[in-house]
């Protein structure tokens, strides 16, 4: 008798802008490894929650969306936010609501030059920029904490709290030193304690508490400014980085300009305790100024789908995802326009399928 097929069961969430558009590539190319493995396949249900269902329901998702979304093996994104619904509602409300209901307070975003992708910086090979990013994704920056006081009167006063938890500082500071074990790779620690002298200062001690549990871990750390000054002076010396919520942020959007742009930039949101379902998209944003021409880049969001595809454990099928995307960017024939070519997503997209099958 046959062995049952393994189901893996995917909620789609296509989102704003751009997002329906690669998503649609990722999908495709999902379907299409479930079929030529035979051994699996994929189960989608697709939500049609963002921005324009907030302009319909006066809401981002429906009041139960994150039980709908619980009993899923993983969520793939394409992104949330757009002209004519407030940016802080729109995120808030859906993106980061998941993000932290199903706390998955760890962001990896790999910041890795790609053979044929382009770079702006001089004299830079690929293998030369090869990062993983470990975003803290709960807390900090992003806690969501503070007040508004007098507002739109002359004592108004703004307070943004950031919240640095010993358990939410130490949790993804030891999941950046396993990886770095693991991998055999230094670790470096964002900072910028000399100026904010609670949190960043409690980050680096937690930082150097957790690294007296890993002695064959290499460590650095480097002030925020200055990480942003060497990330293009010379990037060869990160490997792993560990930052807060909003350093990570930001530093990642540089790691995409130094490697191939935000077109090509992934990410996975991982609750590693598989508690909750883990996300998984692009760290590009909906990109309006190229809405609805056909045009966006989908390789970050392949690229999502194989940090997908290694979370639900199909590991080979990840790496090869990331090789195919390799070799049809030094193909270079069947690129997108910020990529320098004319293809159109769903081009490359199948380009990606093609190069990947063999077919
Ligand atoms: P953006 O990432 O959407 O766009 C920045 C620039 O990069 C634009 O010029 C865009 O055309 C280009 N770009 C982005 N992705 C591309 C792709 N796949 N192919 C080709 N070009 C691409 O950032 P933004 O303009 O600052 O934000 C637009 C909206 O998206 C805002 O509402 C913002 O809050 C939201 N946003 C959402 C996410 C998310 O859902 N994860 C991430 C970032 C921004
Ligand atoms: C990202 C995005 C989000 C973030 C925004 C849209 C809230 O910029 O995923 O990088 O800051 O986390
Ligand atoms: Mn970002």
């Not at 992104?79 to 940016?87: E, S």
């Not at 680096?204 to 990330?231: G, K, N, W």
């Not at 690229?303 to 979370?311: D, G, R, Y």
Request: glycine letters at 10%; hydrophobic letters at 40%.
């Amino acid at each position: 008798m046959a062995a049952e097929k393994q189901v893996h069961r995917i909620a789609l969430i296509p989102g704003d802008g751009i997002g329906p558009e690669v998503v649609a590539e990722a999908e495709g190319l999902l379907r299409a490894i479930a079929a030529a493995d035979g051994g699996f396949c994929f189960d989608f249900t697709s939500f049609p929650w963002g921005c324009e269902y907030y302009l319909r329901e006066g809401r981002m998702m429906p009041e139960d969306g994150i039980d709908q979304l619980r009993g899923f093996d993983a969520i793939l994104l394409g992104a949330v936010g757009f002209p004519g619904v407030p940016d802080h509602v729109s995120l808030r409300d859906l993106l980061l609501r998941i993000r932290h209901d199903f706390d998955e307070y760890v962001n990896v975003r790999p910041v890795r030059l790609l053979r044929g992708a382009p770079c702006p910086l001089k004299g830079v090979e690929p293998g030369q920029i090869d990062m993983t990013f470990i975003r803290e994704n709960s807390e900090g920056e992003y806690a969501g904490s503070g007040s508004w006081l007098y507002p739109d009167t002359p004592r108004e006063v703004v307070i943004q709290d950031g919240v640095f938890s010993r358990h939410g500082t130490e949790r993804i500071m030891r999941y950046a030193f396993e990886l770095a074990r693991r991998e055999h790779k230094s670790l470096t620690s964002i900072s910028k304690g000399n100026a904010l002298n609670y949190s960043m200062v409690f980050w680096d001690q937690v930082f150097d508490e957790i690294s007296r549990e890993y002695p064959e871990v290499e460590t650095h750390s480097y002030l925020v400014d200055a990480a942003a000054m060497l990330m293009v002076r010379d990037p060869g010396r990160f490997q792993v980085v560990v930052a807060s919520n909003l350093f990570g942020d930001i530093l990642t959007d540089l790691g995409a300009a130094i490697s191939g742009g935000m077109g090509l930039a992934a990410g996975a949101n991982l609750n590693p305790e598989c508690e909750f379902p883990s996300m998984f998209e692009p760290i590009h944003g909906s990109a309006p100024d190229i809405a609805g021409k056909g045009i966006a880049n989908p390789l970050a969001t392949i690229w999502s789908a194989a940090q997908m595809l290694e979370h639900l454990g199909q590991g080979e099928w990840a790496a090869r995802v990331v090789d195919a995307i390799e070799r049809v960017l030094q193909a270079g024939d069947d690129l997108t326009p910020d990529l320098g070519g004319s293809a159109s997503t769903s081009e490359l997209g199948e380009r990606v399928v093609r190069e990947l099958l063999d077919v």
